[in-house]
């Protein structure tokens, strides 16, 4: 049972380069969003998506773009990065409440994150 | 906005010995969840404990409980009988209950045992 997967785990950009981040997920979860993670900073909320084909933004979401076209995967986008992009960024799922009085659980699962550095 | 501080960067504590990690949050809502998660050395997050805020008892999962005080918004992580696989960074984080579980997290506190 893989998870949360993303790809790739490692990556290594010049100012002004295009990548995307894959986040996918064997869960059949809803919700899937996507966080970075900076030193002092703890993790912050980019974009987030409460089901296929919805995204909706997160804490901080200037230079970044997201899609999520099938339920599984939720894609990070980086049309230009830039150095102050250079972090790890974590994805993660989690289900919406099943029934009755709606209560989220907030248990996200999260990938293993990966290490974006831009030069 | 809501916002959550944690205002130990580092911790450290005696293999065995008991530690407490604090955080406070500030929020206008009443119906909320809290919880803290674990980040080994791994990058792996992982979900300690959680908190609902309607409930008055602390939760516990085995070594770990909270103390759960809602009118001074703190929201505390003891560790009983630490051990040397409990070594990592700890995020406290606030979730509203809204249904799209956004969580926000606060800043961490990287925990060391000392054997």
């Known amino acids: 049972n893989a998870g949360v997967t993303q790809t790739p785990k490692f990556r290594v950009l010049k100012t002004g380069q295009s990548m995307t981040l894959l986040c996918a997920q064997d869960m059949n979860h809803e919700y899937m969003y996507w966080y970075r993670q900076d030193p002092g900073m703890g993790l912050r909320l980019i974009h987030y998506s409460v089901g296929e084909g919805t995204t909706a933004k997160g804490e901080v979401p200037d230079g970044y773009n997201v899609s999520r076209l099938k339920k599984q995967n939720f894609l990070l986008g980086l049309e230009s990065a830039a150095p102050s992009q250079t972090s790890v960024y974590f994805c993660a799922s989690s289900y919406p409440p099943t029934s009755g009085r709606a209560r989220p659980t907030g248990e996200l699962f999260f990938g293993e994150g990966s290490r974006l550095t831009v030069l | 906005a809501q916002t959550v501080t944690q205002s130990q960067p580092e911790m450290s504590v005696q293999e065995a010995e008991t530690v407490t990690l604090s955080c406070t949050y500030d929020?206008?809502?009443?119906?909320?969840?809290l919880f803290w998660y674990k980040q080994p050395p791994s990058r792996q997050m992982i979900l300690v404990i959680r908190q609902e805020a309607y409930k008055q008892q602390n939760a516990t999962e085995n070594r770990f409980s909270v103390n759960f005080q809602k009118a001074a918004k703190s929201f505390s992580l003891k560790i009983s009988d630490s051990q040397l696989g409990d070594a990592a960074m700890y995020f406290c984080?606030?979730?509203?209950?809204?249904?799209?579980?956004?969580?926000?997290f606060g800043t961490g506190t990287r925990l060391t045992i000392i054997p």
């Open positions: 929020t206008s809502e009443s119906d909320y969840y």
């Open positions: 984080a606030y979730c509203p209950n809204f249904g799209n579980e956004k969580l926000t």
